[in-house]
C-alpha cells in the first residue's frame, strides 16, 4: 500500500516523464496489421514542378524561317530542273546520228532480170542533218553474169536476145527515217533499229552485149531516179548494219534486133531501141560512223 502511493505521488510531480512514456509506448502498441498496410501503401510520387510559360523559349520565329527558306529552295529546284528529268520509264534512244557521217561500203545483187545478173560494190557517204534527215552521195561498180536461161533461149529458140551490161552509177540520195524501235534477241540483248526510205537522182552508164561479139560495142549515158528502203541495226556507237532493196529507173539504149553486120557503133547507136528499164537490188551494207560517240543534248 505504501509503494502504491508512493507511485502514483511521482506520476502526478512529473508530467513530462508521464509524455515520454505515452509516446515510446504508442509505436510499441502498433499491431502488425498497421505496419504491413503501411509498407504495401505506395510512396507518393514527386511531381516535377510545372515549368512556367514565361521560361518557354518561342520557336514559332525560326519555325517560320526554316519553312520558309525549304519553300525558297523548293521554288529555285523546280525552276532549273525540268519536268521530265526524272522520268526514266522510257529509255533513250541508244543511238544518235545527227551531225555524223556514215561511211557505208556495201554489196548487192539484182533480182528482176532473168537474163543477166549483176553483181556491184559501191558505197555511200551520208551526212546526217538530224537524226531523221540525211544527204548521201552514193557509187557502184556492177559486174555482170549471163543467166543459164539466157543460153537456153538462143537454143531453143533460135533467137539471140538483145542485153546491156551496166557499168557503173553516181547518184545523190536523200533519206528519211520514218520508224525506230528495238526487239530482244535470245532473251538477252536488246537490239535497237530504225527503217529508211531513200530516194535519188544521178547517171548510169551502160553498153551493149552485142549479138554478134565482132560487132562495135557502143555505150550509154543515162539519167537515172532510184528509190530504196532499207533496215538499219544498230551494233555499237559506231557500227551499224543494213539490209534493203533499191530500185533504179531509167531508159537505156539496146541494139537494133535488124542491126547491118559490120556497122559501126555510133550508127548502131543511132538506130538503136530505147525501152525503160529497171535494176532491182538486193544490198548489204556496214555503216561505220564518225565521230565514233556521241552526246546527248537533253537530259532523261
Known sequence: MKRLAFGLLLVLANPGLAAAAEASAAPAGE?????????????????AP?????????????????????EEAASEG????????????????????RHRFE?????AISINDSMVRHYS????????????????????YFIKERSERESLVGFQ??????????KYSASLVFGYVP???????FNKYIVHWDVTVNAGIGLIWTEIIPVRIDDEIFSNRNICPSLAISTRMFVTDWLALSIGLRDYMFSDKFEN????????AAAAKADGVSEFTQNVMVFVSAGLYLPTSFTYKTPR
Open 31 to 47: 499491431t502488425a496489421e498497421e505496419k504491413s498496410s503501411e509498407a504495401e501503401a505506395p510512396a507518393p510520387a514527386t511531381e
Open 121 to 140: 560494190f559501191g558505197g555511200d557517204l551520208t551526212f546526217y542533218l538530224t537524226d531523221v534527215f540525211s544527204v548521201a552521195v552514193e557509187g557502184q
Open 103 to 107: 561511211l557505208a561500203p556495201f554489196t
Open 257 to 264: 534486133r535488124n542491126r547491118l553486120e559490120g556497122q559501126s
Open 157 to 166: 529458140f533460135n533467137r539471140a536476145t538483145t542485153l546491156n551490161r551496166f
Open 179 to 185: 520508224g525506230y524501235g528495238k526487239f530482244g534477241l
Open 78 to 97: 523546280a525552276s532549273t530542273r525540268l519536268s521530265w528529268e526524272d522520268i526514266v520509264v522510257v529509255p533513250r534512244k541508244a543511238f544518235l546520228k
Open 50 to 70: 510545372e515549368a512556367k510559360k514565361d521560361e518557354l523559349p518561342d520557336l514559332s520565329d525560326e519555325v517560320k524561317e526554316a519553312a520558309t527558306q525549304k
